[in-house]
């Protein structure tokens, strides 16, 4: 049986990282084998790219940008996502292709075209299941980067953004969802953390089941694990 590749996307401050952690515990706690990864930094040469691309001290051009985006989600995606789902497994991802789309291609500027080209080479046609886009107004979303920033002083690049281009980020997002409801849906995060992860549950629960990779109250059996650097 294949596997089931779902993707978290949203701006900064979404909450999608936590919405992540929490649907991996409870698909852990139904016997689910969950593999949990994320772009950049799904591999350990991920890892590297991820340390130089948000270091907010670095001084990245545009196009270098995109360019490091793309190789780190070839590396991810034939040395850790075609491997999972050929195994069967529920993949997670915290961002993968549309990240490049609304933050190079509407963030940056660059073009549809250019981006569309670039991400078919990095990926090779692998796109995602479902994608849970996670979604809250931009005054929301900077005051939860700022008490990010807060805790740890040293943010990243993408944090440091204005709000103009955290707007056409988000906008793209919602672009995206509405040009591909099938693939998409929209869950607005701007109430409680448990809510959002009720939502998260309703939509996931009744799509892995129609897929054969889950049964509801199934007792917990294989605990999920995370993504080894390879």
Do not use: W
């Not at 497994?89 to 291609?105: E, H, K, N």
């Not at 690049?157 to 980020?169: I, P, S, T």
């Not at 054969?212 to 993504?227: E, F, L």
């Amino acid at each position: 049986m294949a596997g089931t590749f779902i993707t978290f996307e949203g701006i900064d401050g979404s909450g999608k990282s936590t919405q992540l952690r929490l649907l991996t515990n409870f698909l852990s706690s139904q016997g689910c084998e969950v593999l949990v990864t994320r772009e950049p930094g799904g591999t350990s040469v991920g890892l590297r790219l991820r340390a130089a691309l948000l270091d907010a001290q670095e001084q990245v051009d545009p196009l270098a940008e995109l360019l490091v985006f793309a190789a780190d989600r070839a590396q991810h995606v034939r040395r850790v996502l075609r491997p999972a789902l050929a195994a069967g497994q529920i993949v997670l991802s915290d961002r993968y292709a549309d990240a490049t789309r609304a933050y190079q291609g509407a963030g940056r500027g660059f073009s549809a075209k250019l981006i569309s080209e670039i991400i078919q080479l990095a990926t090779e046609g692998l796109t995602p299941d479902l994608t849970l886009l996670f979604d809250l107004p931009i005054i929301e979303s900077a005051v939860r980067t700022r008490r990010r920033l807060e805790a740890k002083p040293q943010g990243d690049r993408l944090d440091l953004e204005d709000a103009e281009f955290h707007n056409r980020v988000r906008e793209a997002y919602l672009g995206m969802a509405e040009r591909e409801p099938d693939r998409f849906r929209i869950i607005t995060t701007n109430g409680p953390v448990e809510e959002t992860h009720e939502r998260v549950k309703e939509i996931v629960v009744p799509f892995l089941e129609a897929r054969g990779q889950i049964v509801s109250r199934k007792p917990a059996a294989v605990g999920s694990r995370q993504t080894q650097p390879l």
